[in-house]
């Protein structure tokens, strides 16, 4: 052990020899002539530009002040000489070592004489600025008369002494026990000064901003500077620093100059920002909040504010955030229409409300001069600041001032923000008083305050005298029209660019058909149709071109047919008979906007709906709907027409369809929606105990027995969710009638609570009962059926459908069905098979589809044909992403797009596994390979 402490010593010893090396290599630098004379420059210009400033100051100031103003410009004049006095001494001893010794001594020996009035002088600047009006004390009248008793003496040193610059003896003993004796008189008359300020301080005498500037005065300048000034002489209690040989006085003198002038300009910086003898109107601290930023969030707030009750909760919030007051102490009062009472929303009715309102009162329609003022005072500042009216009135009292300040004690308030509409007071902010014990509040805080209630006096105005859920309800209906244009014009947008073709897709091709030959006229015509007509002769466009070609042979009429090509292209195919006997002209073309619309236009039931089939036929959107429904009539596309514009609305959408068909047609209204989150309720018998309501709307955590402190589900699926709730007459009344708020003003209310949380989702609802009927009854909510009703699809039953509808909707799925273009000869339906579906009509699309690939199959099997890939594996499948997966089958494994789109879907590596036909551990790999969690 003993021999850890000598190695600890050892090591200790070193390293204190090491930073005494440093530290006179710094001392070296600090005491170079050149730093010396330039700090002493630097130092004497700075405090004579402040002294300047003061000067001017003095000149404008008011006679009460101008006391205050000499003790400051004696106390830098006395700090200006101490500089300049030591500007010989240090060429005497660096530059000009023959300089006469006596102008040094003289010199030195008035610098004391300085150093005397400057502690002096500052201890009355102390004192005069904690009082109203300065008087002399006792104290300072003894304090005084020492002072010239010293002075005296210094002065006799420097009058009879001056050709003695060096004593020798009693009398250098006496003139070093006299600067000993002023330094400790500077302890001793520093004491008592301290201790009068600080109890002052302490017992809240003072206004706060006068704390706060005495705060800063004491502890950042007259402290440090004494500090400095004796460790400079080393004097009395600091003689030991002789033995530090590395002190040298030179460096220490440089260092203390620049650090006495940065206090000085720290403390005269601070204190002007806090209104020096009131020089300026507020107090300036540099602003910390983010309130551009931060006040974006509170503007959002205030849009969405429908009582008056909520905006204490954003006042309270926005005071703690900005300003750092405890919610506990904002108080925000409203008053009522007729200015006669107020209501306290963060409090019960407490008796500073009457003291508020017969001030207020006083102040707008007082006849006294006195409430006069402060009424005009109110509505030029806008906000009563208590420690800034107390200062103010600490130097120049008046009579208005001390009438708010007695109103500010009685109200128990640091701040009071009166907020104006159309120069009336409507309502009135309070800050407790000591919200912000240790903090002054600033200019740049005021003005936000000032802001914010310029955005809350319009708020209550609006909440005051409008009907606001008309409003909100207006406002909705306004942004549902508007979206629906939105997308209406992309639907537009899109469609013109489907018929803005290339050069390549402008070509018109022509063919001849004569001897039951097909002849291309053209190049065009064999770009078009890049298959033989003649060796093809089963190829579904073949047969489309005989058959065509033999119509118009026969009747000698023109006809204009739709077919697609190899790739699926639409073409139009036109015939007219030739001049010649038994010859026909085919001109084929892709389609123009008049080809489609011509084709279809008969089919209309409303003649307004034209650019409607427009979309269906040339958009993405249509093209889905298309899928859905392959198939033309008028009651095919009249249904079609609906369900485009449904999808392509956010309001909430009532379906009307046979159960199998539900589920599809939901999930391509919400892709078509572009929603990504599809939330599916199935009711099976009548709501009990609100559970479905309180998963919608969720309940206040007051009430919440289970305490699970999840969001409401309208909350989670905010802007990115589609909700469809199946058999909503299931709802319990009280449920409809808040999911109907829901649809009808764009918020709702957790059960049990009177807040309003707004929402954006996509409400699909579906019943197989007639809701008018169950109205009627009582038993549905008359409003939720008028809302659903505005965006109501219901599908004709197929047993209504022609036959040739049927027909046409059972070879669309047909082609659907079959993925390869060889066996289509075989597997197309044939008249029997057509005759069949006839005989036994299905009920529902899905039921179609079924039959169709039934009879598909069976045909396949007869022929010894049937593979899995002659057939559509996504058949079933609306959503184009997860169709594209199916189709690629464990190729989809490869593409992180089509995996990520999968996992938002199903979230389940089972699902996506049996969906691809692959084994979990595959999907499994790519999930943790793309970081799906």
């Known amino acids: 052990m003993l021999y850890n402490f000598n190695v600890l010593y050892q090591f200790s010893s070193k390293v204190q020899i090491i930073m005494l090396k440093y ?494 030959k097909f002849t291309y006229a053209n190049q065009s015509a064999k770009d078009l149709l890049n298959i033989d007509i003649n060796n093809n002769s089963g190829h579904a466009l073949s047969k489309c071109f005989r058959q065509l070609a033999l119509q118009v042979q026969e009747y000698k009429v023109p006809k204009t047919v739709f077919t697609k090509d190899g790739d699926a292209n639409k073409l139009v195919l036109s015939a007219i008979p030739s001049l010649e006997e038994s010859s026909v002209i085919i001109i084929v073309h892709y389609p123009e906007v008049t080809d489609i619309i011509k084709a279809n236009v008969n089919l209309l039931k409303d003649t307004s709906s034209l650019d409607w089939l427009l979309y269906l036929e040339t958009t993405k959107s249509g093209q889905l709907i298309n899928q859905l429904l392959p198939g033309n009539g008028e009651n095919l596309l009249d249904f079609k027409i609906n369900l485009l514009s449904a999808a392509l609305s956010r309001k909430a959408t009532l379906l009307n369809l046979p159960q199998d068909d539900l589920i599809t047609t939901v999930e391509l209204l919400h892709h078509i929606s572009l929603r990504p989150n599809l939330h599916l309720i199935k009711l099976s018998s009548e709501e009990k105990n609100n559970e479905v309501a309180m998963e919608l709307f969720g309940i206040n955590s007051i009430f919440d027995i289970n305490e699970t402190g999840s969001d409401p589900l309208l909350s989670k699926l905010d802007n990115i969710g589609t909700l469809f709730i199946e058999n909503i007459e299931l709802l319990s009344l009280e449920t409809q009638n808040q999911l109907a708020e829901f649809i009808v003003y764009g918020y709702f209310k957790r059960l049990k609570s009177d807040r309003k949380i707004f929402s954006n989702v996509r409400i699909i609802c579906s019943s197989n009962k007639n809701l008018e009927t169950l109205v009627a009854q009582g038993q549905f909510s008359k409003v939720l059926y008028s809302e659903l009703n505005k965006a109501s699809i219901s599908m004709p039953s197929l047993l209504l459908f022609s036959d040739q509808e049927i027909i046409d909707l059972a070879q669309g799925f047909t082609d659907q069905t079959i993925n390869t273009q060889t066996y289509k000869t075989f597997l197309s339906l044939d008249s029997k098979d057509k005759d069949k579906l006839l005989d036994q009509r299905p009920i529902s699309l899905q039921d179609l589809k079924d039959k169709v690939q039934k009879l598909i199959v069976s045909k396949s099997n007869k022929h010894n044909i049937y593979s899995e890939s002659s057939f559509d594996p996504a058949y079933n499948i609306v959503d184009p992403v997860i169709a594209k997966a199916v189709r690629l089958g464990k190729r989809a494994l490869k593409y992180q797009e089509l995996m990520i789109a999968l996992w938002d879907k199903y979230k389940n590596q089972n699902k996506i596994a049996s969906l691809l036909g692959v084994d979990r551990s595959s999907v499994c790999r790519r999930c943790q390979q793309y970081n799906l969690k």
């Open 23 to 516: 530290l006179k290599i710094i001392s070296s630098y600090l005491s170079s002539p050149e730093l010396l004379i330039l700090t002493g420059i630097f130092s004497f210009s700075f405090k004579l530009y402040l002294l300047i400033i003061i000067i001017n100051h003095s000149i404008i100031t008011k006679e009460n002040k101008k006391n205050t103003f000499l003790l400051i410009g004696i106390l830098l004049a006395s700090m200006i000489y101490s500089d300049a006095s030591s500007v010989p001494h240090y060429f005497y001893k660096i530059y000009i070592p023959d300089l006469d010794k006596r102008i040094i001594a003289f010199m030195a020996r008035l610098g004391w004489l300085f150093f005397i009035v400057q502690n002096q002088t500052l201890i009355l600047f102390l004192d005069n600025i904690i009082q109203k009006k300065f008087k002399l004390r006792y104290y300072h009248i003894c304090s005084l008369s020492i002072s010239i008793v010293l002075f005296l003496f210094q002065l006799y040193f420097l009058i009879f002494k001056f050709n003695q610059p060096i004593l020798q003896d009693f009398e250098l003993l006496m003139e070093q026990r006299l600067i000993q004796l002023e330094c400790l008189y500077l302890v001793i008359l520093l004491v008592p000064t301290f201790y009068r300020i600080t109890n002052k301080i302490r017992l809240q005498i003072l206004p706060k901003i006068l704390s706060h500037q005495l705060k800063i005065f004491i502890f950042f300048l007259v402290l440090p500077h004494f500090f400095l000034d004796l460790v400079t002489n080393k004097l009395i209690f600091f003689s030991f620093l002789d033995r530090w040989n590395f002190l040298n006085k030179f460096a220490i003198q440089s260092l203390s100059s620049l650090l006495i002038s940065y206090a000085l300009y720290y403390c005269s910086k601070k204190m002007m920002d806090l209104r020096f003898l009131n020089l300026k109107n507020h107090v300036e601290v540099k602003d910390k909040f983010n309130f551009i930023n931060d006040f974006k969030d509170i503007l959002e707030e205030l849009s969405f504010v429908t009582t008056l009750n909520e905006l204490i909760h954003i006042t309270q919030m926005f005071f703690q955030r900005a300003f750092k007051i405890p919610i506990s102490m904002t108080k925000f009062y409203v008053r009522n229409v007729d200015g006669e009472y107020a209501i306290d929303l963060s409090y019960n009715l407490s008796q500073n409300t009457k003291l508020i309102e017969q001030f207020i009162s006083k102040c707008q329609n007082s006849i006294d001069k006195e409430y006069n003022y402060i009424g005009l005072f109110l509505k030029k500042h806008k906000i009563f600041i208590k420690d800034e009216i107390e200062f103010s009135n600490f130097y120049e009292e008046t009579e208005e001032r001390t009438q708010i300040l007695n109103f500010m004690n009685g109200i128990n308030a640091d701040i009071f923000l009166p907020i104006y509409d159309r120069q009336n007071i409507i309502a009135y902010i309070i800050v407790e008083q000591n919200a912000r014990v240790d903090e002054l509040f600033n200019s740049a805080e005021r003005d936000q305050m000032l802001v914010f209630t310029s955005y809350l006096s319009n708020v209550i105005n609006t909440l005051r005298h409008s009907n606001l859920d008309a409003l909100l309800r207006h406002k909705k209906e306004l942004q549902d029209e508007l979206f629906e244009k939105y997308q209406e014009i992309n639907q537009y947008k899109e469609s013109i660019r489907s018929f803005l073709r290339s050069d390549k897709d402008l070509k018109v091709g022509i063919v001849f058909y004569k001897n039951r």
